[in-house]
Protein backbone atom coordinates (compact mmCIF):
# COMPACT_ATOMS: atom_id res chain seq x y z
CA UNK A 1 0.00 0.00 0.00
CA UNK A 2 2.78 2.18 0.64
CA UNK A 3 4.49 1.64 -2.20
CA UNK A 4 1.36 2.24 -4.64
CA UNK A 5 1.13 5.55 -2.86
CA UNK A 6 5.14 6.36 -3.26
CA UNK A 7 3.77 5.18 -7.10
CA UNK A 8 0.87 7.71 -7.66
CA UNK A 9 3.49 10.49 -6.28
CA UNK A 10 6.01 10.46 -8.91
CA UNK A 11 4.37 13.02 -11.24
CA UNK A 12 4.31 15.48 -8.88
CA UNK A 13 7.39 15.15 -8.43
CA UNK A 14 8.81 15.36 -11.82
CA UNK A 15 6.70 18.49 -11.91
CA UNK A 16 8.24 19.77 -8.82
CA UNK A 17 11.90 18.52 -10.37
CA UNK A 18 11.16 20.65 -13.74
CA UNK A 19 10.29 23.85 -12.11
CA UNK A 20 13.37 23.43 -9.56
CA UNK A 21 15.81 23.17 -13.23
CA UNK A 22 13.89 26.17 -15.23
CA UNK A 23 14.80 28.28 -11.83
CA UNK A 24 18.59 26.77 -11.57
CA UNK A 25 18.88 27.89 -15.03
CA UNK A 26 17.57 31.22 -14.53
CA UNK A 27 20.01 32.15 -12.04
CA UNK A 28 22.76 30.35 -14.08
CA UNK A 29 21.77 33.23 -16.94
CA UNK A 30 21.92 35.68 -14.33
CA UNK A 31 25.00 34.62 -13.05
CA UNK A 32 26.93 34.71 -16.37
CA UNK A 33 25.60 37.96 -16.91
CA UNK A 34 27.37 39.48 -13.71
CA UNK A 35 30.24 37.50 -13.85
CA UNK A 36 31.05 39.12 -17.41
CA UNK A 37 29.91 42.65 -16.32
CA UNK A 38 32.63 42.45 -13.24
CA UNK A 39 35.00 41.14 -15.72
CA UNK A 40 34.42 44.59 -18.34
CA UNK A 41 34.84 46.86 -14.97
CA UNK A 42 38.16 44.88 -14.13
CA UNK A 43 39.53 45.29 -18.06
CA UNK A 44 38.59 48.85 -17.64
CA UNK A 45 39.99 49.61 -14.24
CA UNK A 46 43.21 47.69 -15.74
CA UNK A 47 43.54 50.02 -18.86
CA UNK A 48 42.68 53.20 -16.75
CA UNK A 49 45.31 53.03 -14.08
CA UNK A 50 47.97 52.33 -16.78
CA UNK A 51 51.54 50.39 -16.87
CA UNK A 52 53.83 53.61 -17.68
CA UNK A 53 56.68 54.10 -15.60
CA UNK A 54 59.06 57.23 -16.06
CA UNK A 55 62.50 55.44 -16.66
CA UNK A 56 64.42 58.73 -16.92
CA UNK A 57 63.24 62.65 -16.32
CA UNK A 58 63.12 65.11 -19.42
CA UNK A 59 65.93 67.03 -20.24
CA UNK A 60 66.06 70.29 -21.55
CA UNK A 61 68.92 71.42 -23.94
CA UNK A 62 68.68 75.15 -25.70
CA UNK A 63 68.84 74.53 -29.30
CA UNK A 64 69.83 77.41 -31.65
CA UNK A 65 67.08 79.42 -33.70
CA UNK A 66 66.42 78.12 -37.38
CA UNK A 67 64.51 79.98 -39.92
CA UNK A 68 62.93 83.07 -41.03
CA UNK A 69 63.43 85.95 -39.36
CA UNK A 70 61.27 88.74 -38.07
CA UNK A 71 61.81 90.84 -40.56
CA UNK A 72 60.76 88.71 -43.61
CA UNK A 73 57.84 87.52 -41.18
CA UNK A 74 56.77 90.93 -41.10
CA UNK A 75 57.20 91.75 -44.77
CA UNK A 76 55.53 88.17 -45.95
CA UNK A 77 52.42 89.26 -43.35
CA UNK A 78 52.03 93.20 -44.84
CA UNK A 79 52.12 91.49 -48.13
CA UNK A 80 49.53 88.82 -47.67
CA UNK A 81 47.36 91.70 -45.50
CA UNK A 82 47.45 94.37 -48.69
CA UNK A 83 46.62 91.13 -50.79
CA UNK A 84 43.48 90.07 -48.56
CA UNK A 85 42.68 93.58 -48.03
CA UNK A 86 42.37 94.58 -52.29
CA UNK A 87 40.90 91.14 -52.88
CA UNK A 88 38.09 92.32 -50.05
CA UNK A 89 37.68 95.92 -51.55
CA UNK A 90 37.50 94.27 -55.24
CA UNK A 91 35.26 91.95 -54.23
CA UNK A 92 32.45 94.48 -52.40
CA UNK A 93 33.22 97.17 -55.11
CA UNK A 94 31.42 94.44 -57.26
CA UNK A 95 28.96 93.92 -54.77
CA UNK A 96 28.05 97.88 -54.65
CA UNK A 97 26.47 98.88 -58.00
CA UNK A 98 26.62 102.62 -56.86
CA UNK A 99 28.81 104.76 -58.54
CA UNK A 100 30.53 107.02 -55.79
CA UNK A 101 33.07 109.50 -56.96
CA UNK A 102 33.12 111.97 -59.69
CA UNK A 103 36.02 110.01 -62.14
CA UNK A 104 34.21 106.92 -62.08
CA UNK A 105 31.48 108.20 -63.21
CA UNK A 106 33.13 110.55 -65.58
CA UNK A 107 34.87 107.21 -67.24
CA UNK A 108 31.87 105.18 -67.15
CA UNK A 109 30.61 107.86 -69.26
CA UNK A 110 32.68 107.99 -71.83
CA UNK A 111 32.74 104.36 -72.14
CA UNK A 112 29.64 104.61 -73.24
CA UNK A 113 30.53 107.34 -75.56
CA UNK A 114 28.16 109.16 -73.58
CA UNK A 115 28.85 113.43 -74.07
CA UNK A 116 29.30 115.25 -70.98
CA UNK A 117 27.95 118.68 -71.49
CA UNK A 118 28.26 119.68 -67.65
CA UNK A 119 29.53 119.69 -64.19
CA UNK A 120 27.25 121.13 -61.89
CA UNK A 121 28.46 121.71 -58.34
CA UNK A 122 27.05 121.06 -55.18
CA UNK A 123 24.51 123.95 -54.28
CA UNK A 124 24.46 125.69 -50.86
CA UNK A 125 20.65 124.59 -49.00
CA UNK A 126 19.26 126.20 -45.69
CA UNK A 127 15.99 124.09 -46.27
CA UNK A 128 14.22 126.94 -46.49
CA UNK A 129 12.76 126.10 -49.70
CA UNK A 130 11.39 122.99 -51.52
CA UNK A 131 15.01 122.37 -53.49
CA UNK A 132 18.01 124.14 -53.65
CA UNK A 133 17.46 127.38 -56.17
CA UNK A 134 20.19 129.85 -57.12
CA UNK A 135 18.03 133.15 -56.64
CA UNK A 136 20.78 135.33 -56.43
CA UNK A 137 21.17 137.49 -59.47
CA UNK A 138 25.04 137.22 -59.40
CA UNK A 139 25.54 133.95 -56.99
CA UNK A 140 29.12 132.01 -58.55
CA UNK A 141 27.19 129.20 -58.56
CA UNK A 142 25.37 130.30 -62.15
CA UNK A 143 28.11 130.10 -64.08
CA UNK A 144 27.97 126.03 -64.56
CA UNK A 145 24.21 126.53 -65.30
CA UNK A 146 25.01 129.20 -67.93
CA UNK A 147 27.84 126.31 -69.39
CA UNK A 148 25.46 123.97 -69.49
CA UNK A 149 23.46 125.95 -71.68
CA UNK A 150 25.76 127.15 -73.73
CA UNK A 151 26.83 123.49 -74.42
CA UNK A 152 22.89 122.40 -75.57
CA UNK A 153 22.74 125.81 -78.11
CA UNK A 154 26.23 123.98 -79.30
CA UNK A 155 25.20 120.97 -79.74
CA UNK A 156 22.16 120.87 -80.28
CA UNK A 157 21.40 124.51 -82.72
CA UNK A 158 17.66 124.15 -83.19
CA UNK A 159 17.45 122.29 -79.59
CA UNK A 160 14.62 124.66 -78.04
CA UNK A 161 12.50 122.19 -75.90
CA UNK A 162 14.94 120.27 -73.82
CA UNK A 163 13.52 117.58 -71.51
CA UNK A 164 15.71 116.63 -68.29
CA UNK A 165 15.45 113.21 -66.65
CA UNK A 166 17.22 110.82 -64.45
CA UNK A 167 17.54 107.11 -64.21
CA UNK A 168 16.95 107.39 -60.71
CA UNK A 169 15.45 108.83 -58.45
CA UNK A 170 17.48 111.45 -56.31
CA UNK A 171 19.33 112.41 -58.73
CA UNK A 172 18.87 116.08 -59.11
CA UNK A 173 16.85 116.06 -62.38
CA UNK A 174 14.49 118.49 -60.80
CA UNK A 175 17.36 121.03 -59.62
CA UNK A 176 18.82 120.38 -62.45
CA UNK A 177 15.68 122.03 -64.27
CA UNK A 178 15.18 125.02 -62.03
CA UNK A 179 18.88 125.88 -62.09
CA UNK A 180 19.49 126.04 -65.76
CA UNK A 181 15.74 127.51 -67.05
CA UNK A 182 17.13 130.35 -64.18
CA UNK A 183 20.23 130.52 -65.87
CA UNK A 184 18.64 130.86 -68.92
CA UNK A 185 15.92 132.95 -68.19
CA UNK A 186 18.99 135.75 -66.45
CA UNK A 187 20.96 135.27 -69.60
CA UNK A 188 17.58 137.21 -71.19
CA UNK A 189 16.27 134.22 -72.66
CA UNK A 190 12.63 133.92 -72.57
CA UNK A 191 12.29 131.02 -70.67
CA UNK A 192 9.07 128.22 -69.27
CA UNK A 193 10.02 125.53 -67.09
CA UNK A 194 7.60 122.91 -67.85
CA UNK A 195 6.41 120.00 -64.58
CA UNK A 196 6.41 117.30 -66.55
CA UNK A 197 6.81 114.83 -64.17
CA UNK A 198 2.90 114.20 -62.40
CA UNK A 199 4.42 110.99 -59.80
CA UNK A 200 5.52 113.83 -57.33
CA UNK A 201 4.15 117.07 -56.10
CA UNK A 202 5.00 120.10 -57.27
CA UNK A 203 8.42 122.16 -56.47
CA UNK A 204 6.83 125.66 -57.78
CA UNK A 205 6.78 127.27 -54.33
CA UNK A 206 11.15 127.11 -54.53
CA UNK A 207 10.52 129.93 -57.09
CA UNK A 208 7.76 131.78 -54.81
CA UNK A 209 4.64 130.54 -57.17
CA UNK A 210 1.80 128.68 -55.28
CA UNK A 211 -0.30 125.84 -57.44
CA UNK A 212 -3.70 125.66 -57.16
CA UNK A 213 -4.91 122.53 -55.55
CA UNK A 214 -7.79 122.69 -57.06
CA UNK A 215 -6.14 121.76 -60.52
CA UNK A 216 -5.52 118.36 -59.20
CA UNK A 217 -9.20 117.45 -59.53
CA UNK A 218 -9.21 118.43 -62.99
CA UNK A 219 -5.91 118.16 -64.75
CA UNK A 220 -6.81 117.96 -68.38
CA UNK A 221 -8.88 121.52 -68.21
CA UNK A 222 -5.77 122.81 -66.34
CA UNK A 223 -3.59 122.31 -69.15
CA UNK A 224 -6.01 123.06 -71.88
CA UNK A 225 -6.47 126.76 -70.11
CA UNK A 226 -2.70 128.03 -71.06
CA UNK A 227 -3.82 131.54 -69.05
CA UNK A 228 -4.01 129.56 -66.02
CA UNK A 229 -1.55 126.96 -67.07
CA UNK A 230 1.58 128.91 -67.32
CA UNK A 231 2.85 131.32 -64.68
CA UNK A 232 5.01 134.45 -64.25
CA UNK A 233 7.76 133.91 -61.98
CA UNK A 234 7.55 137.18 -60.24
CA UNK A 235 11.48 137.29 -58.66
CA UNK A 236 13.23 136.82 -61.71
CA UNK A 237 12.59 138.02 -65.00
CA UNK A 238 12.02 136.67 -68.41
CA UNK A 239 11.05 133.20 -66.05
CA UNK A 240 7.81 131.20 -66.83
CA UNK A 241 6.46 128.00 -65.06
CA UNK A 242 4.06 125.81 -65.79
CA UNK A 243 3.33 123.95 -62.73
CA UNK A 244 2.69 120.30 -61.89
CA UNK A 245 -1.04 119.26 -60.83
CA UNK A 246 0.07 116.96 -58.36
CA UNK A 247 0.32 113.28 -57.93
CA UNK A 248 -1.83 111.50 -60.49
CA UNK A 249 -2.99 108.24 -61.43
CA UNK A 250 -3.14 108.11 -64.77
CA UNK A 251 -0.17 110.25 -65.50
CA UNK A 252 0.70 108.82 -68.71
CA UNK A 253 -2.64 109.05 -70.16
CA UNK A 254 -2.54 112.76 -69.25
CA UNK A 255 0.88 112.73 -70.63
CA UNK A 256 -0.32 111.71 -73.59
CA UNK A 257 -3.59 114.00 -74.35
CA UNK A 258 -4.24 116.30 -76.92
CA UNK A 259 -4.10 119.20 -73.92
CA UNK A 260 -0.67 118.46 -73.14
CA UNK A 261 0.85 118.90 -76.63
CA UNK A 262 -1.28 121.80 -77.49
CA UNK A 263 0.51 122.80 -74.66
CA UNK A 264 4.43 121.87 -75.94
CA UNK A 265 3.23 123.25 -79.25
CA UNK A 266 2.13 126.63 -77.47
CA UNK A 267 5.55 127.10 -76.06
CA UNK A 268 7.55 126.52 -79.04
CA UNK A 269 6.93 129.68 -80.88
CA UNK A 270 6.32 131.80 -77.73
CA UNK A 271 9.90 131.44 -75.45
CA UNK A 272 12.78 130.91 -76.32
CA UNK A 273 13.97 127.57 -74.19
CA UNK A 274 11.52 125.38 -73.08
CA UNK A 275 12.70 123.05 -70.21
CA UNK A 276 11.04 120.00 -69.18
CA UNK A 277 11.15 118.22 -66.05
CA UNK A 278 10.35 114.26 -66.52
CA UNK A 279 9.89 111.74 -63.97
CA UNK A 280 13.00 109.21 -63.63
CA UNK A 281 13.62 106.08 -65.99
CA UNK A 282 14.14 103.53 -64.18
CA UNK A 283 10.12 102.95 -63.05
CA UNK A 284 8.03 104.84 -65.52
CA UNK A 285 8.24 105.63 -69.39
CA UNK A 286 6.75 109.42 -68.85
CA UNK A 287 9.43 110.59 -70.42
CA UNK A 288 10.10 108.35 -73.61
CA UNK A 289 5.97 109.34 -73.95
CA UNK A 290 7.12 113.31 -73.85
CA UNK A 291 10.47 113.27 -75.76
CA UNK A 292 8.61 112.93 -79.41
CA UNK A 293 7.29 116.48 -78.15
CA UNK A 294 10.89 117.80 -77.25
CA UNK A 295 14.31 118.83 -79.27
CA UNK A 296 16.00 116.38 -77.33
CA UNK A 297 16.78 114.27 -73.60
CA UNK A 298 19.40 115.29 -71.33
CA UNK A 299 20.13 112.96 -68.57
CA UNK A 300 21.09 113.99 -65.21
CA UNK A 301 23.63 111.38 -62.94
CA UNK A 302 25.07 111.67 -59.57
CA UNK A 303 27.73 110.35 -57.66
CA UNK A 304 26.62 107.70 -54.80
CA UNK A 305 23.07 107.38 -56.17
CA UNK A 306 23.92 106.35 -60.12
CA UNK A 307 23.68 102.79 -60.30
CA UNK A 308 26.83 101.26 -62.63
CA UNK A 309 24.53 98.68 -64.58
CA UNK A 310 21.52 100.64 -65.30
CA UNK A 311 23.94 103.33 -66.43
CA UNK A 312 25.50 101.16 -68.98
CA UNK A 313 21.88 99.71 -69.99
CA UNK A 314 19.75 103.14 -70.34
CA UNK A 315 23.13 105.09 -72.04
CA UNK A 316 23.54 101.75 -74.74
CA UNK A 317 19.31 102.35 -75.36
CA UNK A 318 19.27 105.61 -75.59
CA UNK A 319 22.37 106.00 -77.86
CA UNK A 320 21.23 103.19 -79.94
CA UNK A 321 17.84 103.96 -80.44
CA UNK A 322 16.58 106.11 -83.99
CA UNK A 323 13.61 107.73 -82.28
CA UNK A 324 15.32 109.30 -79.50
CA UNK A 325 17.37 112.32 -79.91
CA UNK A 326 19.66 112.10 -76.56
CA UNK A 327 21.80 114.93 -76.07
CA UNK A 328 24.44 113.81 -73.15
CA UNK A 329 24.58 113.65 -69.90
CA UNK A 330 25.72 116.14 -66.76
CA UNK A 331 26.97 115.25 -63.32
CA UNK A 332 25.01 116.50 -60.82
CA UNK A 333 26.37 117.37 -57.07
CA UNK A 334 29.67 116.99 -58.56
CA UNK A 335 32.66 118.22 -55.80
CA UNK A 336 34.05 120.58 -58.09
CA UNK A 337 35.45 123.95 -56.52
CA UNK A 338 33.39 127.14 -57.09
CA UNK A 339 35.66 130.29 -57.96
CA UNK A 340 33.95 133.40 -56.35
CA UNK A 341 34.80 136.60 -57.39
CA UNK A 342 37.18 139.02 -55.78
CA UNK A 343 35.48 140.91 -53.36
CA UNK A 344 36.87 144.64 -53.53
CA UNK A 345 35.75 146.63 -50.48
CA UNK A 346 36.45 150.59 -49.16
CA UNK A 347 37.14 151.55 -46.00
CA UNK A 348 35.69 154.92 -44.51
CA UNK A 349 37.66 156.68 -42.07
CA UNK A 350 36.76 160.25 -40.62
CA UNK A 351 38.84 163.02 -39.71
CA UNK A 352 37.37 165.39 -36.83
CA UNK A 353 38.62 169.02 -37.89
CA UNK A 354 36.58 171.11 -35.25
CA UNK A 355 33.65 171.71 -36.00
CA UNK A 356 33.80 169.58 -39.63
CA UNK A 357 34.12 166.33 -40.36
CA UNK A 358 36.06 165.26 -43.09
CA UNK A 359 35.04 161.92 -44.99
CA UNK A 360 37.68 159.98 -47.09
CA UNK A 361 37.26 156.76 -49.00
CA UNK A 362 40.28 154.76 -49.11
CA UNK A 363 40.41 151.69 -50.77
CA UNK A 364 40.94 148.37 -49.21
CA UNK A 365 42.52 144.93 -49.59
CA UNK A 366 40.53 141.82 -49.84
CA UNK A 367 42.96 140.56 -47.82
CA UNK A 368 43.03 143.12 -45.08
CA UNK A 369 39.96 142.60 -42.39
CA UNK A 370 36.94 145.01 -42.75
CA UNK A 371 35.62 146.54 -39.69
CA UNK A 372 32.24 148.13 -39.39
Not at 29 to 37: G, L
Not at 61 to 87: D, E, N, Q, R, T
Not at 246 to 268: H, K, N, P, T, Y
Request: proline share 6%; charged share 20%.
Amino acid sequence: QELRQEYSGIPNKQLGQQRLQQQVALKQTFYDQIQARLADVKLAQEETVGSLVIAQPAQVKALPAKGASSLAILLVGSFMGLAIGGGLVLFLNSIDPLIYTLEDLQNALKAQDVPLLGLLPTLPWDGETAIPVILEAHSPYINAYERLRGNLQRIGAKASVVLITSILGEEGKTVTAYNLAIASARAGKRTLLIEADLRSPSHATALNVTPDPQNQMEPLRYYGNLADCIRMVPAIENLYIAPSVGLQRQAAAILESSEMRRLFEDARGRFDLVIVDAPALHRYNDALLLEPYTDGLLLVTRPGYTEAGLLDEVAQQLIESEDIQFLGAVVNDANIPVQFPAIETEQSIVFEQGDRHHLEIVPMDSSQTLKT
